[in-house]
């Protein structure tokens, strides 16, 4: 019966953390050795079971001290569940003006959220795939370590 109580207790802290309205978040791992080759792409899977609705879709990015630009250019190819191919590229400033890193620091790791497309409508229901890869100048892209898809309901 104690088992039960905890992992009840322990779901239900889990469900907590995430903001309400959250329909989505992940993040994967580039590469142990913090580089991001632009052949190797990060896919996500995204469920949207509702097309009555806007939402906000946002990239996450995880870097460490010492990347070497004021942004990151991914590019994105979102396929829906009926194989439209739709390709964006998004600028994720990750300097203030100052130079400075933008995001929520942790030690040497640097995280940060953007908001990509703000009320974006889905045409259709089922799984719709995200297919991310760098488009920098350098390849490989250093002192990277995580990209993710968080995608949330818009208020």
């Given at each position: 019966?104690?088992?039960?109580?905890?992992?009840?207790?322990?779901?239900?802290?889990?469900a907590?953390?995430?903001?309400?309205?959250?329909?989505y978040?992940?993040?994967?791992?580039?590469?142990?050795?913090?580089?991001?080759s632009?052949?190797?792409?990060?896919?996500?899977?995204?469920?949207?079971?509702?097309?009555?609705?806007?939402?906000?879709?946002?990239?996450?990015?995880?870097?460490?001290?010492?990347?070497?630009y004021?942004?990151?250019?991914?590019?994105?190819?979102?396929?829906?569940p009926?194989?439209?191919?739709?390709?964006?590229?998004?600028?994720?400033?990750?300097?203030d003006?100052?130079?400075?890193?933008?995001?929520?620091?942790?030690?040497?790791?640097?995280?940060?959220e953007?908001?990509?497309?703000a009320?974006?409508?889905?045409?259709?229901?089922?799984?719709?795939?995200?297919?991310?890869?760098?488009?920098?100048?350098?390849d490989?892209?250093?002192?990277?370590?995580?990209?993710?898809?968080?995608?949330?309901?818009?208020?």
């Amino acid at each position: 019966m104690i088992r039960i109580i905890v992992l009840v207790s322990f779901t239900l802290s889990l469900a907590a953390c995430q903001p309400e309205g959250r329909v989505y978040n992940e993040h994967k791992e580039l590469s142990p050795e913090f580089r991001w080759s632009q052949i190797d792409t990060r896919e996500f899977e995204v469920p949207i079971d509702d097309t009555s609705i806007p939402y906000n879709l946002t990239l996450s990015f995880r870097f460490i001290n010492g990347y070497q630009y004021n942004a990151a250019k991914v590019s994105v190819i979102e396929t829906s569940p009926s194989g439209k191919e739709t390709v964006n590229e998004y600028t994720l400033k990750v300097r203030d003006d100052k130079g400075e890193y933008i995001g929520e620091a942790g030690y040497d790791i640097w995280d940060s959220e953007h908001l990509v497309e703000a009320n974006k409508k889905y045409e259709e229901t089922g799984i719709y795939t995200y297919t991310l890869a760098h488009s920098m100048p350098d390849d490989p892209l250093l002192n990277v370590m995580d990209i993710g898809v968080i995608l949330d309901k818009a208020k």
